[in-house]
């Protein structure tokens, strides 16, 4: 929902302030379906806001759920046609994390990454991407449960599209909004410096997300293109200031891909450029979904390189593989729906 055209338009018809707040509060508290649902508003005022303000702007093409349940993705068209993806993760400890998507494709073209193959179409407006975790919302709230936490891990580089990330940020966080703390909000870059710097200086909390996947230049550059702008030395001191600024842990997300960045040398060199700060850094390992010529590392070679991050005291988790068999990987989905189009 547009909020800013509602309070335009409601202050046009001459409606009393509290619609709005009424308004918000059906839509990003309540999850509420649609206009038709606000049975606080008269009837005629509802038919009104149906022709003027369009309670959705995501529709939604397709979802598929894991056939263990704990995964459901969604692929949603845009009002313009271009379709964006949102994962919902359900984690056993009863944790339920949205992943969304900040930009209808993305520019980086790192060389692992479905979405990165298809370039940018747009931005997505800060609507756009509230939505994606209001779609979960109403999906979770059939089930007595709701959203816990938000990661900005899907389509696009959340910092090449800062003020919209920013403002979903804050509606996602107000509590007249969605009101989720912004301790339970994750923002992840593949390595641009200045948003990273930018978002320290808003001293919001929010969990910073690094998509690292190598720890020396050369492998980077070969596989993020990003790196040649910002190289790992520039990164790292940004990064260093933002843990300084923040006292929160910063995530350093690693694709294992067989053969190319799952080596002893790469888990050495991984420990060389995060070993300075062994209490904040804290390194995901993830299962890689194939996508062109990459594979996944074998599962000896996953655990051999845990454990050389674990025998020096780098902390260390490995993400458990969500949606295997629903596509659940960055631009997976987008990618088939297009190939079938
Ligand atoms: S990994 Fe992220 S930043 Fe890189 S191309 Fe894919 S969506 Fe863009």
């Known amino acids: 929902m547009n909020l800013g055209e509602l309070q335009r338009h409601l202050a046009q018809t001459g409606q009393p302030a509290f619609r709005l707040a009424q308004a918000k509060r059906a839509f990003y508290a309540e999850f509420l379906g649609g206009w038709d649902d606000l049975s606080t508003f008269p009837k005629q005022l509802r038919d009104d806001l149906k022709e003027a303000i369009p309670w959705d702007s995501l529709e939604l093409v397709t979802q598929a759920v894991s056939s263990r349940q704990d995964t459901v993705k969604v692929l949603f068209s845009c009002a313009d046609g271009l379709c964006i993806e949102a994962v919902l993760m359900r984690h056993e400890a009863g944790r339920n994390t949205v992943c ?3 930009q209808a494709g993305c520019a980086m073209g790192c060389k692992f990454c479905a979405t990165g193959q298809g370039g940018l179409k747009r931005n997505l407006t800060a609507d756009e991407i509230v939505e994606q975790v209001i779609y979960f919302a109403r999906y979770l709230k059939t089930q007595d449960a709701h959203v816990t936490n938000i990661v900005f891990m899907g389509m696009g580089e959340p910092f090449s599209n800062y003020d919209e990330v920013l403002s979903a940020i804050k509606l996602l966080h107000d509590p007249e909004g969605f009101n989720l703390g912004a301790r339970h909000m994750t923002v992840s870059t ?7 710097k930018k978002l320290a200086a808003e001293k919001l909390q929010v969990n910073l997300a690094i998509s690292l996947h190598a720890a020396n230049d050369a492998l980077r550059d070969s596989l993020m293109p990003v790196n040649k702008l910002f190289p790992l030395r520039e990164l790292m001191a940004a990064v260093d200031d933002y843990a300084a600024a923040t006292n929160r842990k910063v995530l350093f997300e690693y694709l294992l891909i067989d053969g190319v ?3 002893d040398e790469a888990a050495e060199d991984l420990v060389k450029l995060l070993g300075h700060n062994r209490r904040l850094f804290q390194v995901n390992l993830i299962k890689y979904h194939q996508t062109g010529k990459f ?4 599962q000896d070679q996953r655990e051999r390189f845990m454990q050389i991050l674990r025998d020096n005291g780098i902390l260390v988790t490995f ?15 987008a990618a088939r729906a297009k190939k079938n189009s």
């Open 100 to 102: 969304v998507s900040s």
């Open 190 to 196: 593949c390595g641009l410096v200045p948003g990273i």
């Open 261 to 263: 960045n799952d080596s």
């Open 295 to 298: 594979m996944p590392s074998p």
């Open 319 to 333: 993400r458990v593989s969500f949606g295997e068999d629903i596509d659940a990987a960055c631009g997976q989905l």
